[in-house]
């Protein structure tokens, strides 16, 4: 095998996560699992802004084709279209890339659908580095920029098991909601008997409190990969998980800071307006002093790459997360 066709074979179907050996993956959870929940809930409708391939929602469309939409390339058209529907009591999961929802429909994302408390469910494909057309089609300030939307719930799974059960949670959250979708083969990182809770957060590994690291989206799926790496060079890390970005858990993370000497936070985001803020934004308030570092990108647009040659060039791999968390820089 040539290294052009492995680094090809570990980004094909475009915004699919690095294939890894030794894990375990599902095939488009999301898409999967909305067609079951549309067998239970005539009310949900699917759309797509000529995006279904890249988004997974094509199960849902072929299980439920009289409740399917695909509005062409007019991101604004798809959420309008998915506020109106709302309008007339349906549950309207609507998809394409995240970065085209949030650069190009934010307006009517705030007022058609937050704004109204509209029953829209975003899932948005493609977050972070994850795409590898470059800074065009890069939603590297996402968690930024809806944070900023009032009455709108966003969501950052880690995996195909979390996923899943974001697709069912969000139908019963009040309002719209924005979660960061996983596509492709996504990897099962999280244990059977793990519970997604909207707002809450979830501490995945108890270490001897020198070090804790706080995740969210597939980062914390690194995150574990690096504390278990750490145990081999004598450091003990605990995992925090923080799928959802709003409404916050402070109490969680804060509990979570003051029984650890000191924090790294790792995200899929650009260093400021996501986690990382957050989580500043939290110890701040509360008067509580922690060193930490931030796993996460840069300020700046980004280049064309596979994701694994970007993930290692802009430094949210897990080398660079094992580091932060073994040496604390």
């Known amino acids: 095998m040539t290294a052009d066709s492995r680094v090809f074979g570990q980004t094909r179907g475009m915004g699919e996560l690095i294939e ?6 599902v095939l488009a959870p999301f898409g ?8 239970e809930r005539p009310e949900i409708v699917g759309l797509t802004a000529d995006m279904g391939r890249y988004s997974d929602i094509l199960p849902f469309r072929d299980e439920h084709p009289d409740r399917f939409f695909n509005v062409g390339m007019a991101e604004q058209n798809l959420v309008a279209t998915a506020a109106g529907l709302a309008k007339v009591g349906k549950i309207a999961y609507c998809t394409t890339y995240s970065v085209f929802v949030t650069r190009r429909a934010y307006d009517f994302v705030a007022i058609a659908c937050a704004h109204s408390r509209a029953e829209v469910k975003i899932f948005a494909g493609m977050p972070g580095l994850m795409n590898g057309y470059g800074a065009t089609h890069q939603a590297t300030e996402d968690l930024n920029m809806m944070r900023g939307i009032a009455d709108l719930t966003i969501i950052d799974p880690c995996d195909a098991v979390e996923l899943r059960q974001v697709v069912r949670a969000v139908a019963d959250i009040l309002g719209t909601v924005y979660v960061r979708l996983l596509r492709g083969h996504v990897p099962v990182e999280l244990p059977d008997h793990y519970e997604f809770i909207p707002g809450k957060a979830a501490q995945l590994r108890r270490g001897d409190g020198s070090v804790g690291v706080i995740g969210t989206g597939y980062l914390t799926a690194r995150a574990l990969d690096a504390a278990r790496a750490a145990t081999g060079q004598g450091v003990d890390a605990s995992v925090l998980h923080v799928p959802t970005i709003k409404p ?3 109490e969680a993370v804060l509990d979570f800071a003051g029984r650890h000497d000191r924090l790294v936070v790792a995200e899929n985001h650009k260093k400021t307006g996501g986690l990382a803020t957050l989580v500043t934004e939290a110890l701040f308030d509360a008067g509580l002093l922690r060193p930490m570092v931030r796993v996460g990108l840069d300020d700046g647009f980004f280049e064309c ?8 060039k802009y430094g949210v791999d897990l080398p660079r997360l094992l580091r932060a968390v073994v040496d604390g820089v």
Do not use: I, V
């Open 20 to 25: 890894l050996e030794d894990k375990e993956t």
């Open 32 to 39: 999967t699992e909305l067609a079951a929940l549309g067998r």
């Open 248 to 250: 916050f858990d402070t």
């Open 305 to 312: 790459g596979s994701q694994e040659y970007l993930e290692a």
